[in-house]
């Protein structure tokens, strides 16, 4: 059972199609790229459907698609002669690449023949007329008609136009006048040179001198001998072709093609009309675009038997070779791992002097860390240290200042009954010009570092975890503890500085110590001799 074709010319601004002497035309809405919306969409494929009335058992029908040139290249192209299809398939696919801004895969494109060249006994070179479009705008089309169970081929406008030219293999320009703009392509005696807009339509031409010579003067860039002919909405006009002609060139003559009017009977459906019907007729140049891959087991639906046989065979022996292949790869990265083992390996005698010292330093260095919290400790309210000195003799030079003298002597006392060190003495005591505040300047012997490790210095587990789950307002720092107005967060006084390589009071040594039981860590304690 054989179906019938439909005859479709999409535009600008419609859709013109003719089915067994019927027509049908529907707008078009396009957005700002050009590309069609997606209300007009499924408006266009439900009237289509309506039109078509196809029911569920037929097979889909052909349906031929001229489409405008809005966007469209068209390049001659000369190609050296091929052995086989499939080799000069290739050596035009790498010209086309060549010769368009967007590769292959992202155009839809076709050719058609132009006849062969010799020169000089030199071998036929293949001439060929290539269009291209960019592949989204053919893809939209397809998917609408897609929809509608129709199977469409594309080709362009102006080569099913071609069919009404009375003299087909001559030279000559085609004119097709539309309301917002015309389409004028090119043929060089017979094959399309080019084919461009024109963005002139029939209502700048009639009543309108200005858009006349607008046209007369692109067509006379272009073509300056020969037949212009002229199709669309213009052919109403009878004077249109006489008032063009009154424009052009000598060499140039204006002729009207007349076409059966009616809905969806345009020239160009029934040029693809005639072009279909006729036999034999020129090929139709047919837009494709690349398929897209097959998945799953289509994959493999018509296998080629020798090319897996042969990648069979070289999985197999690749898996045979792969133990030997690993040695010998990897052997060179094998070989400098070894060497700079051994290159590391003579380092270590170094290393070893280097931790002994690092070890010497940590057991002899003065116990800063705990002086410093007992001065935290013992500061009164409003106490600035200005300076902290301490050598690892633990002798202990401190410069301050203090409100007044009462607090140099409890600050004094406090340090005294710590019991962290042998002598603690006032070396000067100076009121500052305003009278505020005391300059004072302490100097003090700390005990033996094992002695102080004995005494109940520093906060206890507890209380450091007691620190952490604290609030940050809940009035003290990290240890959990109080600290008086002018202290720092940790128990410093605010201007304290540490020295180098002491760490913060949470560190692992104070942190290891307790208090006697029913001693409070940090109490003032008497020890004896002080």
Not at 158 to 168: G, S
Request: charged share 20%; with cysteine.
């Amino acid at each position: 059972m054989s179906t019938p074709a439909i005859f479709i010319e999409i535009g600008r601004n419609s859709l013109k199609l003719l089915k067994n002497g019927t027509g049908l035309e529907a707008p078009l809405e396009r957005a700002d790229n050009g590309r069609l919306t997606a209300g007009c969409k499924e408006k266009l494929i439900s009237t289509l459907k309506s039109f078509l009335n196809k029911k569920s058992w037929q097979p889909r029908q052909r349906a031929y698609c001229a489409i405008a040139a809005n966007g469209v290249s068209v390049r001659r192209m000369s190609l050296p002669s091929a052995p086989s299809d499939q080799n000069f398939q290739q050596i035009l696919k790498l010209q086309v690449e060549a010769e368009f801004p967007l590769p292959p895969d992202e155009l839809a494109w076709g050719w058609r023949p132009a006849g062969d060249d010799r020169a000089n006994g030199t071998p036929a070179a293949t001439q060929v007329v290539v269009a291209a479009v960019r592949r989204e705008v053919i893809e939209d089309y397809a998917a609408v008609l897609a929809a509608c169970e129709l199977a469409p081929e594309f080709t362009l406008g102006a080569l099913a136009r071609q069919a009404h030219c009375p003299q087909p293999q001559e030279s000559c320009a085609m004119l097709e006048v539309g309301r917002k703009n015309s389409e004028l392509a090119l043929f060089e005696k017979g094959i399309l040179a080019t084919v461009q807009i024109l963005p002139l339509g029939q209502d700048d031409f009639f009543g309108s001198q200005a858009g006349l010579d607008s046209l007369a003067q692109g067509i006379a860039r272009t073509q300056t001998a020969g037949m212009v002919f002229i199709t669309g909405d213009a052919t109403l006009h009878q004077d249109f072709p006489v008032q063009l002609q009154s424009r052009l060139p000598n060499g140039l003559r204006c002729a009207r093609l007349d076409t059966m009017g009616g809905e969806g009977r345009s020239a160009t459906t029934l040029g693809l009309k005639k072009s279909v019907d006729a036999s034999p007729g020129r090929p139709l140049l047919i837009l494709r675009t690349k398929p897209k891959e097959p998945v799953g087991w289509q994959k493999w639906s018509q296998p080629d038997a020798r090319k897996l046989l042969l990648a069979t065979a070289a999985l197999v022996v690749g898996l045979l070779l792969a133990p030997f292949a690993e040695s010998i790869v990897l052997k060179p990265f094998l070989a400098r791992k070894l060497a700079a083992l051994k290159s590391d390996r003579s380092r270590l005698p170094m290393l070893d002097r280097e931790l002994d010292f690092l070890e010497y330093l940590k057991q002899n260095q003065p116990p800063a860390l705990d002086v410093l919290y007992v001065f935290a400790k013992s500061a009164p309210p409003g106490a600035k240290i200005e300076s902290f000195s301490m050598d690892r003799h633990g002798d202990i030079a401190v410069r301050c200042s203090m409100q007044n003298g009462d607090q140099v002597t409890e600050f004094r006392s406090k340090l005294i009954a710590s019991g962290g060190f042998t002598q603690v003495t006032v070396e000067e005591q100076n009121p500052t010009p305003d009278r505020q505040k005391v300059n004072v300047r302490l100097s003090a012997r700390s005990r033996p570092a094992a002695e102080l490790a004995a005494l109940p210095i520093g906060p206890t587990a507890e209380e450091i975890e007691k620190a952490k789950s604290a609030p940050p307002d809940a009035g003290g720092g990290p240890l959990g503890m109080g600290f008086a107005e002018g202290m720092v967060p940790g128990g410093l006084p605010a201007g304290v500085v540490m020295p180098p390589g002491v760490m913060p009071m949470g560190s692992p040594r104070a942190r290891g110590r307790g208090a006697p039981p029913g001693v409070s860590p940090g109490m003032p304690m008497d020890m004896p001799g002080n």
